[in-house]
Every structure is written in structure tokens, then in C-alpha cells.
């Protein structure tokens, strides 16, 4: 069975950091884009950050440039999201994707072939 399974969510204070994994299983993802998608309470689902299959590329959503990074173990098959400077707004749940196409499918939201369940970031002001 294909998993994507997300952890290091948690609730942590503004201006904190917590760092999200993202270990597949059932399949390599090693060549596959990879990013984070995030849901708040009562809105629709955002892009956060796309790495490619390398590593040499990363995308980051405007509202968390600067603050969060992303990055990839391919020989651990598992996806990173360092969250830095944390403010309330970034209070949602967030899901592991991966796209067998491109970092573009992930940002857009339209090429996503596989999903976590997500795990849930609460930031306290």
C-alpha cells in the first residue's frame, strides 16, 4: 500500500519553530515533485512549498518565503518542512504531496497523485 504519512505537527507559540516529515512507503518517490499543501480552519486548501525530484529547485508560497524551507532524503524516501518565525496565520493542517509530474502540478494543485492525511500545525499568539 502507497503512504504518505506526516508528523511533527503540534502547537507551539508565535515566533516558534517546528519541523514537519514526511515518510513514503509502498513505492520510491525519490523521482517523483514534492510539496506541502496546507488547509486552515474555514478555507480552502493553499500551496506552501514544491522541491523537485533533486533537490535543485525549490518554490515557496509568498506568505511563508523566507520563514519555511523545504528539502528531501531520498535515500530515506522522506520530505521536510522547516518551519521557522511561526505565526497564528500559519495555524491549519498540512498535507505531504507528490506529483509524478512536476513541482508545477503541486503548486497549482491540479497534479497531485498522492496525499498524506495531514498533520496539524496550531500556532498560539
Known amino acids: 500500500q502507497v503512504q504518505l504519512v506526516e508528523s511533527g505537527g503540534g502547537l507551539v507559540q508565535a515566533g516558534g519553530s517546528l519541523r514537519l516529515s514526511c515518510a513514503g512507503s509502498?513505492?520510491?518517490?525519490?523521482?517523483?515533485?514534492m510539496g506541502w499543501v496546507r488547509q486552515a480552519p474555514g478555507k480552502e486548501r493553499e500551496f506552501v512549498a514544491a522541491?523537485?525530484?533533486?533537490?535543485?529547485?525549490?518554490y515557496y508560497a509568498d506568505s511563508v518565503k523566507g520563514r519555511f524551507t523545504i528539502s528531501r532524503d531520498n535515500t530515506k524516501n522522506t520530505l521536510y518542512l522547516q518551519m521557522n518565525s511561526l505565526k497564528p496565520e500559519d495555524t491549519a493542517i498540512y498535507y505531504c504531496?507528490?506529483?509524478?509530474?512536476?513541482?508545477?502540478?503541486?503548486?497549482?494543485?491540479?497534479?497531485?497523485?498522492?496525499w498524506g492525511k495531514g498533520t496539524l500545525v496550531n500556532v498560539s499568539s
Open positions: 509502498g513505492r520510491t518517490f525519490s523521482r517523483d515533485a
Open positions: 504531496a507528490a506529483s509524478l509530474r512536476s513541482t508545477a502540478g503541486i503548486r497549482v494543485g491540479d497534479g497531485i497523485d498522492y
Open positions: 522541491i523537485t525530484w533533486t533537490g535543485s529547485s525549490t
